[in-house]
T-cell receptor
Framework: EAGVTQFPSHSVIEKGQTVTLRCDPI?????LYWYRRVMGKEIKFLLH????????ESGMPNNRFLAERTGGTYSTLKVQPAELEDSGVYFCASSQYDSITEAFFGQGTRLTVV | AQSVTQLGSHVSVSEGALVLLRCNYS??????LFWYVQYPNQGLQLLLK??????LVKGINGFEAEFKKSETSFHLTKPSAHMSDAAEYFC???????????FGAGTILRVKS
């Protein structure tokens, strides 16, 4: 069974550009979570989808970040325009049941904004 | 606010030595607690979790952690380090209200031969 897959694994973009990160959850998992780790800091919650609906987006830092999950399958996280402080590792996780404690994490996307 | 503190951003041990990674939590109510590991170029993998049952929790790869309410600690141990244990380890607590994990800053474990 495939795990949570994230694309790309690394991305280097210039300040002001747009980047889209993608997460493919485990098949059948209705719950999808985004977390991120800004360099050297803690991993922090961004948002939680249940199917295609945003259950909780309280962790989204500002309106430059847009997450979508059309059709309730894969999810994208777009950063537009990217700023230097957006650099870090973005993790996605998915779970069958509505609890992050049962979730499986992907390998993360390392985003570097220069 | 709930928080998790990991003491030591880097820990270095010799192969075969005891591994001790420290984690303290702050919560008015004993939370669920977790240890995750991230090996190079891999995702976060659950090592073990405490969910208010036994205070000594055994996980994968020979790791275990003990929940001590009096010390608000959940330290991770392994009796004998192996080179393959070199990775970054994260302690986390679960916020039931809000369904979120609160992570510590991580500890990089280096194992010397």
């Amino acid at each position: 069974e495939a795990g949570v897959t994230q694309f790309p694994s690394h991305s280097v973009i210039e300040k002001g550009q747009t980047v889209t990160l993608r997460c493919d959850p485990i098949s059948g998992h209705d719950n999808l979570y985004w977390y991120r780790r800004v360099m050297g800091k803690e991993i922090k919650f961004l948002l939680h989808f249940v199917k295609e609906s945003k259950q909780d987006e309280s962790g989204m830092p500002n309106n430059r970040f847009l997450a979508e999950r059309t059709g309730g399958t894969y999810s994208t996280l777009k950063v537009q325009p990217a700023e230097l402080e957006d650099s870090g590792v973005y993790f996605c996780a998915s779970s069958q049941y509505d609890s992050i404690t049962e979730a499986f994490f992907g390998q993360g996307t390392r985003l570097t904004v220069v | 606010a709930q928080s998790v503190t990991q003491l030591g951003s880097h820990v270095s041990v010799s192969e075969g030595a005891l591994v001790l990674l420290r984690c303290n939590y702050s919560s008015s109510v004993p939370p669920y607690l977790f240890w995750y590991v991230q090996y190079p170029n891999q995702g976060l993998q659950l090592l073990l979790k405490y969910t208010s049952a036994a205070t000594l929790v055994k996980g994968i790869n020979g790791f275990e952690a003990e929940f001590k309410k009096s010390e608000t600690s959940f330290h991770l141990t392994k009796p004998s380090a192996h080179m393959s244990d070199a990775a970054e380890y994260f302690c986390a607590s679960y916020m039931e209200y809000g369904n979120k994990l609160v992570f510590g800053a991580g500890t990089i474990l280096r194992v010397k031969s």
